[in-house]
């Protein structure tokens, strides 16, 4: 348990995301005694699912899926802003809603950042500029993320991400191995996440990594994809040998805005606060 007792709150397009880019350092933090709230811009509802999560509301079984995940990362408070899910390619209906990434970033903003003020928060996780992998909910979310900060006074933001030079060789094995295995199409990663030389953080969650698996098993309804069979990142991310998800899951990656990258990278995403 630490003396300080800061506040976290992590900022997510949609239910899974958190469990996939922030839960170990999430549960690293509650687990030393701090605050951390999870925040979703939409309930996920379109995203890919089979059939046995597609009956009904699947965004009302994301939405329970993200509360269990929570309790697994140990999180304070979970708040869904109800935000149409953007999903990939998908027209938008003349009555339907604008979804979350065609939403005014200003209006957005001042939401999250009132929620910042009511928490006090310290810290806000948010997403690099790239939207991670580039889907328009995610690159929404950096943009709104960032702004709420600025409205809040909100003293550090870290844009959760992975280390790109990294990320394109694992890929590359990856590449070579789906000649033989089944294996998720691989997309092509050059300019996406943050590079090596911008991050700032490298958070070990190792100790973390019964908390984080939990949180990636409550979205059952990810785990697979629209076509019968289809294997998704949560899913292969589960099914690794232990030794390998151990060294693949052990590490999250942050670029703090406005600090300048040290080496080694910073361990703890409070240190700016000490």
């Known amino acids: 348990m630490t003396a ?20 170990g350092t999430l549960a690293r933090a509650a687990a030393e005694g701090h605050r951390v709230v999870i925040v979703t811009a939409t309930a996920g509802e379109g995203g890919l699912a089979d059939a046995r999560w597609a009956v009904g509301a699947l965004g009302t079984r994301r939405v ?26 998908r027209p938008v209906g003349a009555d339907a809603p604008p979804p979350f990434s065609a939403l005014a970033v200003e209006d957005l903003a001042a939401e999250l950042a009132a929620i910042l003020a009511e928490e006090s928060a310290d810290v806000l996780t948010t997403y690099d500029e790239h939207g ?44 070579r191995a789906a000649r033989v295995l089944p294996l998720p199409a691989i997309p092509d990663l050059g300019s996406a996440y943050t ?19 939990a949180s990636l098993r409550a979205h059952a309804s990810q785990a697979s994809g629209a076509e019968p069979g289809g294997t998704r990142t949560l899913s292969l991310l589960l099914r690794l040998p232990r030794p390998v998800r151990r060294r693949v899951l052990g590490h999250e990656w942050f670029r703090e805005v406005g600090r300048t990258p040290t080496t080694p990278l910073l361990d703890d995403i409070f240190a700016s606060l000490g």
């Open 64 to 89: 329970r899926e993200l509360e269990e995940s929570a309790r697994a990362i140990g999180a304070a408070r979970v708040v869904v802003l109800g935000h149409g899910d953007s999903g990939w390619d």
């Open 132 to 175: 991670g992998y580039g889907h328009p909910d995610h690159v929404q979310v950096h943009r709104v993320g960032v702004r709420a900060a600025e409205l809040a006074g909100t003293p550090v933001v870290l844009e959760a991400t992975l280390d790109r030079d990294r990320l394109v060789r694992v890929v590359g094995v990856l590449r």
């Open 4 to 23: 300080d007792r800061y506040t976290v709150v992590s900022f997510h397009a949609h239910p899974d995301d958190e469990a996939l880019l922030t839960a």
């Open 195 to 213: 590079s090596a030389d911008r991050l700032t953080h490298r958070v070990d969650v190792r100790r973390h990594l019964p908390a984080k698996e």
